[in-house]
């Protein structure tokens, strides 16, 4: 079974400030697509960033980007110059491409709080 | 382009109502997705249709019944709603890069 880990429920930073949120996933095959989710207040879940697995330029869009080690299974989330409007629940999440025995669903970790201070 | 929009916004149900959720998507895409999602925990999904006149569960699909009325349309329905069935719920859609798009969610309380 595809599972996805992130071990960090709740992160706080200051303004301008870098973070990094964890996230670890367990899967046997070798395609897949990895993301990142944003769920402000408003309920809203919002793509932050998308990464294949078969390449290995890590992801990048604005101040957001990620560290894809495809070994160990494990795919953070870098915020750089943090902003008040980044705070918000942050989900990783995973699938497989979709068609043949797979639909493409997206398996989600439990999401971590980020809390950005002024 | 409004994306994916979801009717209604809140909705509160006593035990054993039904009441039917309405997502509509102006993108084009083929799949649809139905998803839960509970306090402290992700996105958890229900029913899908990878293109229009198919269904399938999901991972948490007892209690509900879906319907892919055409391209644009994908609802969910609860013939006898529970308790246990008071949650977010969120439908999406995939343009066939394997990224979702989701809509606004609907609250639903179930007293």
């Known amino acids: 079974a595809q599972t996805v880990t992130q071990s960090q429920p709740e992160m706080s930073v200051q303004e301008a400030e870098t973070v990094t949120l964890s996230c670890t996933y367990d899967t046997s095959e070798n395609n897949y697509y990895l993301f990142w989710y944003k769920q402000p207040p408003s309920r809203q879940m919002i793509l932050v960033i998308r990464q294949e697995a078969y390449k290995q330029q890590n992801a990048t869009e604005n101040r957001f980007s990620v560290n894809f080690q495809k070994a160990a299974k494990s795919f953070s989330l870098k915020i750089s110059d943090s902003q008040l409007g980044d705070t918000a629940m942050y989900f990783c999440a995973f699938t497989h491409p979709a068609g043949g025995t797979s639909y493409g669903k997206l398996t989600f970790g439990q999401g971590t709080i980020l809390t950005v201070h002024p | 382009n409004a994306g994916v929009t979801q009717t209604p916004k809140f909705q509160v149900l006593k035990t054993g109502q039904s009441m039917t959720l309405q997502c509509a998507q102006d993108?084009?895409?083929?799949?649809m997705y139905w998803y839960r999602q509970d306090p402290g925990m992700g996105l958890r999904l229900i029913y899908y249709s990878a293109s229009e006149g198919t269904t399938d569960k999901g991972e948490v699909p007892n209690g509900y019944n879906v319907s892919r009325l055409n391209k644009r349309e994908f609802s969910l329905r609860l013939e006898s709603a529970a308790p246990s069935q008071t949650s977010v719920y969120f439908c999406a859609s995939s343009d066939g890069t394997d990224t979702q798009y989701f809509g606004p969610g609907t609250r639903l309380t179930v007293l």
């Open positions: 993108m084009n895409h083929n799949s």
